[in-house]
Protein backbone atom coordinates (compact mmCIF):
# COMPACT_ATOMS: atom_id res chain seq x y z
CA UNK A 1 0.00 0.00 0.00
CA UNK A 2 3.11 2.09 -0.27
CA UNK A 3 1.22 4.91 -3.35
CA UNK A 4 -2.27 4.53 -1.37
CA UNK A 5 -2.60 8.58 -0.52
CA UNK A 6 -6.06 8.19 0.89
CA UNK A 7 -6.88 6.12 4.11
CA UNK A 8 -10.26 5.04 3.58
CA UNK A 9 -13.63 6.70 1.61
CA UNK A 10 -16.10 7.44 3.71
CA UNK A 11 -18.70 8.21 1.43
CA UNK A 12 -19.67 7.57 -1.73
CA UNK A 13 -22.52 8.54 -3.61
CA UNK A 14 -21.72 6.74 -6.96
CA UNK A 15 -21.34 9.12 -10.40
CA UNK A 16 -21.40 11.87 -7.72
CA UNK A 17 -19.37 12.54 -4.89
CA UNK A 18 -16.70 10.49 -2.72
CA UNK A 19 -14.73 11.56 0.22
CA UNK A 20 -11.65 9.94 1.88
CA UNK A 21 -9.76 10.64 4.32
CA UNK A 22 -5.88 10.96 4.57
CA UNK A 23 -4.09 10.92 8.28
CA UNK A 24 -0.63 12.43 7.98
CA UNK A 25 2.04 10.32 10.02
CA UNK A 26 5.63 11.37 10.84
CA UNK A 27 5.98 7.69 10.04
CA UNK A 28 5.48 8.05 6.19
CA UNK A 29 9.36 8.78 4.93
CA UNK A 30 8.60 11.48 2.87
CA UNK A 31 8.09 13.66 5.99
CA UNK A 32 11.61 12.81 6.81
CA UNK A 33 12.51 15.15 3.86
CA UNK A 34 10.09 18.10 3.51
CA UNK A 35 10.44 20.62 5.74
CA UNK A 36 8.81 24.63 5.99
CA UNK A 37 9.73 26.99 8.95
CA UNK A 38 7.81 28.24 10.81
CA UNK A 39 9.14 31.28 12.27
CA UNK A 40 5.78 32.47 14.12
CA UNK A 41 6.18 29.45 16.44
CA UNK A 42 10.03 29.04 16.23
CA UNK A 43 10.06 25.89 14.47
CA UNK A 44 12.92 25.93 11.71
CA UNK A 45 12.47 22.72 10.16
CA UNK A 46 8.56 21.48 10.63
CA UNK A 47 7.68 18.81 8.43
CA UNK A 48 4.95 18.78 6.27
CA UNK A 49 2.94 16.82 3.17
CA UNK A 50 4.06 18.08 -0.19
CA UNK A 51 1.56 19.96 -1.95
CA UNK A 52 2.22 17.00 -4.89
CA UNK A 53 1.22 14.66 -2.97
CA UNK A 54 -1.89 16.06 -1.48
CA UNK A 55 -3.09 16.40 -5.20
CA UNK A 56 -2.43 12.77 -5.65
CA UNK A 57 -4.42 11.85 -2.79
CA UNK A 58 -7.32 14.29 -4.39
CA UNK A 59 -6.53 12.56 -7.93
CA UNK A 60 -7.16 8.65 -6.20
CA UNK A 61 -10.44 10.00 -4.37
CA UNK A 62 -11.61 11.55 -8.18
CA UNK A 63 -10.17 9.07 -9.89
CA UNK A 64 -11.99 6.12 -7.77
CA UNK A 65 -15.49 8.05 -8.18
CA UNK A 66 -15.21 8.08 -12.17
CA UNK A 67 -13.67 4.31 -12.47
CA UNK A 68 -16.62 3.41 -9.82
CA UNK A 69 -19.13 5.17 -12.19
CA UNK A 70 -18.14 2.33 -14.92
CA UNK A 71 -17.55 -0.62 -12.39
CA UNK A 72 -13.73 -0.20 -13.16
CA UNK A 73 -13.64 -1.02 -16.66
CA UNK A 74 -12.26 2.09 -18.11
CA UNK A 75 -8.64 2.53 -17.26
CA UNK A 76 -9.15 6.22 -15.50
CA UNK A 77 -5.95 7.61 -15.77
CA UNK A 78 -5.19 11.94 -14.37
CA UNK A 79 -4.88 13.84 -17.80
CA UNK A 80 -5.25 17.34 -16.47
CA UNK A 81 -4.70 19.60 -12.91
CA UNK A 82 -7.50 22.09 -13.87
CA UNK A 83 -7.16 24.12 -10.91
CA UNK A 84 -5.26 23.25 -7.79
CA UNK A 85 -4.78 26.11 -4.25
CA UNK A 86 -3.87 25.11 -1.54
CA UNK A 87 -3.42 28.06 1.45
CA UNK A 88 -2.06 26.00 4.27
CA UNK A 89 0.20 22.88 4.93
CA UNK A 90 -1.05 19.57 6.38
CA UNK A 91 1.96 18.05 9.44
CA UNK A 92 1.53 14.91 11.03
CA UNK A 93 -0.82 14.78 13.72
CA UNK A 94 -3.32 15.94 11.01
CA UNK A 95 -6.47 14.58 9.10
CA UNK A 96 -6.58 15.36 5.24
CA UNK A 97 -10.31 15.13 4.04
CA UNK A 98 -10.49 15.26 0.63
CA UNK A 99 -14.21 15.69 -0.88
CA UNK A 100 -14.39 15.52 -4.93
CA UNK A 101 -17.64 15.81 -7.12
CA UNK A 102 -17.72 14.66 -10.66
CA UNK A 103 -18.80 17.82 -12.38
CA UNK A 104 -19.11 16.22 -16.40
CA UNK A 105 -19.07 12.92 -17.53
CA UNK A 106 -19.11 10.88 -21.07
CA UNK A 107 -17.31 7.89 -22.97
CA UNK A 108 -13.94 10.24 -23.14
CA UNK A 109 -13.20 11.32 -19.96
CA UNK A 110 -14.67 13.38 -16.48
CA UNK A 111 -13.64 16.36 -15.14
CA UNK A 112 -14.14 16.02 -11.30
CA UNK A 113 -13.86 19.46 -8.89
CA UNK A 114 -13.15 18.83 -5.36
CA UNK A 115 -12.17 20.39 -1.75
CA UNK A 116 -9.73 19.80 0.94
CA UNK A 117 -10.39 20.38 4.46
CA UNK A 118 -7.44 19.96 6.93
CA UNK A 119 -8.88 18.51 10.66
CA UNK A 120 -5.67 19.56 13.49
CA UNK A 121 -6.32 16.84 16.45
CA UNK A 122 -4.83 19.67 18.84
CA UNK A 123 -7.58 21.85 17.87
CA UNK A 124 -10.34 19.42 17.62
CA UNK A 125 -13.15 22.16 18.44
CA UNK A 126 -12.20 23.81 14.91
CA UNK A 127 -13.15 20.82 12.93
CA UNK A 128 -12.62 20.77 9.39
CA UNK A 129 -11.36 23.69 7.94
CA UNK A 130 -11.06 24.45 4.25
CA UNK A 131 -7.61 24.51 2.78
CA UNK A 132 -8.03 24.22 -0.43
CA UNK A 133 -10.01 23.10 -4.02
CA UNK A 134 -8.23 20.95 -6.43
CA UNK A 135 -10.46 20.82 -9.86
CA UNK A 136 -9.27 17.79 -12.13
CA UNK A 137 -9.74 16.12 -15.77
CA UNK A 138 -9.48 12.47 -16.28
CA UNK A 139 -9.19 10.55 -19.28
CA UNK A 140 -10.75 7.16 -20.20
CA UNK A 141 -7.30 5.93 -22.02
CA UNK A 142 -9.19 3.02 -24.02
CA UNK A 143 -10.93 5.83 -25.75
CA UNK A 144 -8.12 8.00 -26.47
CA UNK A 145 -8.23 9.78 -29.63
CA UNK A 146 -5.27 8.91 -31.32
CA UNK A 147 -7.15 4.76 -31.25
CA UNK A 148 -3.40 3.71 -29.11
CA UNK A 149 -3.49 0.19 -27.77
CA UNK A 150 -3.30 -0.30 -24.70
CA UNK A 151 -2.75 -3.93 -22.01
CA UNK A 152 -6.32 -5.65 -22.16
CA UNK A 153 -6.19 -5.92 -17.75
CA UNK A 154 -6.68 -2.62 -15.47
CA UNK A 155 -3.58 -1.35 -14.98
CA UNK A 156 -4.85 1.72 -13.02
CA UNK A 157 -6.95 0.03 -10.57
CA UNK A 158 -4.46 -2.46 -8.84
CA UNK A 159 -4.64 -4.78 -5.75
CA UNK A 160 -3.68 -2.04 -3.73
CA UNK A 161 -7.21 0.27 -4.98
CA UNK A 162 -9.42 -2.71 -3.94
CA UNK A 163 -7.71 -3.74 -0.94
CA UNK A 164 -8.87 0.31 0.11
CA UNK A 165 -12.43 -0.18 -1.41
CA UNK A 166 -12.82 -3.55 0.39
CA UNK A 167 -11.73 -2.27 3.73
CA UNK A 168 -13.60 0.92 3.09
CA UNK A 169 -16.84 -1.64 2.58
CA UNK A 170 -17.27 -0.81 -0.80
CA UNK A 171 -18.57 -3.63 -2.81
CA UNK A 172 -16.60 -3.85 -6.46
CA UNK A 173 -17.06 -6.81 -9.18
CA UNK A 174 -13.20 -9.00 -8.87
CA UNK B 1 -27.19 36.52 -27.24
CA UNK B 2 -25.00 38.33 -29.33
CA UNK B 3 -21.85 37.11 -31.73
CA UNK B 4 -19.55 39.25 -29.35
CA UNK B 5 -21.14 37.95 -26.12
CA UNK B 6 -20.56 34.44 -27.40
CA UNK B 7 -17.24 35.67 -27.79
CA UNK B 8 -16.49 36.64 -24.80
CA UNK B 9 -17.75 33.49 -23.09
CA UNK B 10 -15.48 31.44 -25.38
CA UNK B 11 -12.41 33.80 -24.56
CA UNK B 12 -13.70 32.65 -20.55
CA UNK B 13 -13.46 29.16 -21.56
CA UNK B 14 -9.97 29.41 -23.32
CA UNK B 15 -8.47 31.72 -20.73
CA UNK B 16 -9.82 29.10 -17.96
CA UNK B 17 -8.55 25.92 -19.79
CA UNK B 18 -5.69 26.74 -21.61
CA UNK B 19 -4.13 28.67 -18.97
CA UNK B 20 -3.70 32.11 -21.25
CA UNK B 21 -4.03 35.37 -21.01
CA UNK B 22 -7.20 36.96 -22.65
CA UNK B 23 -5.49 39.12 -25.30
CA UNK B 24 -3.80 36.21 -26.76
CA UNK B 25 -7.27 35.15 -27.20
CA UNK B 26 -7.96 36.45 -30.69
CA UNK B 27 -11.04 35.35 -33.31
CA UNK B 28 -8.25 34.17 -36.04
CA UNK B 29 -6.18 32.47 -33.06
CA UNK B 30 -5.75 28.93 -33.41
CA UNK B 31 -6.08 26.24 -30.63
CA UNK B 32 -2.89 24.22 -31.13
CA UNK B 33 -0.33 27.03 -32.83
CA UNK B 34 -1.12 29.64 -30.78
CA UNK B 35 -2.49 28.84 -27.65
CA UNK B 36 -0.68 25.63 -27.26
CA UNK B 37 -3.74 23.03 -26.50
CA UNK B 38 -3.14 19.94 -26.21
CA UNK B 39 -5.06 16.70 -27.01
CA UNK B 40 -6.70 16.24 -23.57
CA UNK B 41 -6.99 20.22 -23.55
CA UNK B 42 -9.90 19.59 -26.05
CA UNK B 43 -12.09 17.39 -23.99
CA UNK B 44 -11.75 20.41 -21.53
CA UNK B 45 -12.76 22.81 -23.60
CA UNK B 46 -15.53 20.64 -24.89
CA UNK B 47 -17.03 20.24 -20.79
CA UNK B 48 -16.41 24.30 -19.95
CA UNK B 49 -18.74 25.06 -23.35
CA UNK B 50 -21.28 22.52 -22.63
CA UNK B 51 -21.20 24.52 -18.70
CA UNK B 52 -20.67 28.02 -19.75
CA UNK B 53 -23.15 28.15 -22.46
CA UNK B 54 -25.81 25.15 -21.72
CA UNK B 55 -25.57 23.44 -24.03
CA UNK B 56 -24.79 19.76 -24.98
CA UNK B 57 -22.12 18.65 -27.87
CA UNK B 58 -21.71 14.73 -28.73
CA UNK B 59 -18.69 13.29 -28.92
CA UNK B 60 -16.99 14.41 -32.58
CA UNK B 61 -19.11 16.98 -32.72
CA UNK B 62 -16.63 19.70 -32.32
CA UNK B 63 -13.61 18.30 -32.94
CA UNK B 64 -14.22 15.15 -35.41
CA UNK B 65 -12.32 11.75 -35.29
CA UNK B 66 -11.27 9.43 -37.42
CA UNK B 67 -10.67 11.29 -40.36
CA UNK B 68 -6.93 11.45 -40.47
CA UNK B 69 -6.46 7.61 -40.03
CA UNK B 70 -8.99 7.21 -42.44
CA UNK B 71 -6.52 5.78 -45.80
CA UNK B 72 -9.40 7.20 -47.99
CA UNK B 73 -8.88 10.37 -46.67
CA UNK B 74 -5.09 11.02 -46.24
CA UNK B 75 -2.40 9.72 -48.61
CA UNK B 76 1.02 10.60 -48.60
CA UNK B 77 0.71 12.94 -45.81
CA UNK B 78 -1.99 14.94 -47.29
CA UNK B 79 -5.86 15.10 -46.96
CA UNK B 80 -7.24 13.68 -50.23
CA UNK B 81 -10.46 16.26 -51.94
CA UNK B 82 -12.66 13.24 -50.13
CA UNK B 83 -11.15 14.16 -46.95
CA UNK B 84 -11.33 17.40 -47.63
CA UNK B 85 -15.53 17.27 -48.38
CA UNK B 86 -15.96 15.08 -45.21
CA UNK B 87 -14.41 17.59 -43.32
CA UNK B 88 -16.49 20.48 -44.34
CA UNK B 89 -19.56 18.22 -44.36
CA UNK B 90 -18.36 17.50 -40.64
CA UNK B 91 -17.21 20.87 -39.96
CA UNK B 92 -19.71 23.60 -40.56
CA UNK B 93 -18.21 25.82 -38.04
CA UNK B 94 -14.46 25.62 -39.71
CA UNK B 95 -12.90 27.64 -42.35
CA UNK B 96 -11.01 25.83 -44.65
CA UNK B 97 -9.52 28.59 -47.15
CA UNK B 98 -6.52 28.53 -46.04
CA UNK B 99 -5.79 24.86 -45.41
CA UNK B 100 -7.02 24.07 -48.86
CA UNK B 101 -4.14 25.80 -50.57
CA UNK B 102 -1.54 23.50 -48.90
CA UNK B 103 -3.61 20.31 -47.36
CA UNK B 104 -0.57 18.69 -45.35
CA UNK B 105 -2.31 16.55 -42.58
CA UNK B 106 0.10 18.25 -40.06
CA UNK B 107 -1.42 21.42 -40.53
CA UNK B 108 -4.77 19.90 -39.46
CA UNK B 109 -4.84 21.27 -35.77
CA UNK B 110 -4.52 24.95 -37.66
CA UNK B 111 -8.23 24.89 -38.77
CA UNK B 112 -9.24 24.93 -34.41
CA UNK B 113 -9.17 28.91 -34.19
CA UNK B 114 -11.04 30.91 -31.55
CA UNK B 115 -13.68 32.15 -34.64
CA UNK B 116 -14.78 28.11 -35.49
CA UNK B 117 -15.46 27.84 -32.01
CA UNK B 118 -17.75 30.79 -31.69
CA UNK B 119 -18.88 29.74 -35.10
CA UNK B 120 -19.80 26.45 -33.40
CA UNK B 121 -21.59 28.09 -30.24
CA UNK B 122 -23.55 30.11 -32.49
CA UNK B 123 -25.25 27.69 -34.53
CA UNK B 124 -25.88 25.61 -31.81
CA UNK B 125 -27.26 28.67 -29.93
CA UNK B 126 -29.03 29.34 -33.54
CA UNK B 127 -27.22 33.34 -33.15
CA UNK B 128 -26.82 34.67 -36.79
Redesign the interface.
Known amino acids: MRWMWIDRVIELQPRLKMVAVKNVSLAEDHLHDHFASDAIHGLTALPIMPASLILEGMAQTAGILVGHAESFREKVIL ?2 I ?1 KAELTADATPGTTLRYTAFI ?2 M ?4 A ?1 TRGTVDLFDHAHPDRGYCPIGIIDL ?1 F ?1 HLDQ ?4 AAFPEHNFVFGDAFKTLLRTSGIAIAE | MTRDDIFGKVRDVLVDALAVDDDEVTPTASLVGDLGAESIDFLDIVFKLEQSFGIKIAQGELFPEGVAQDPKFVQNGKVTPEGLTALKARMPHVDFTAFEKDPQVSRVGGIFTVDALVNFVAKKLNVA
Open positions: AKSERDNLGSLSNMSG
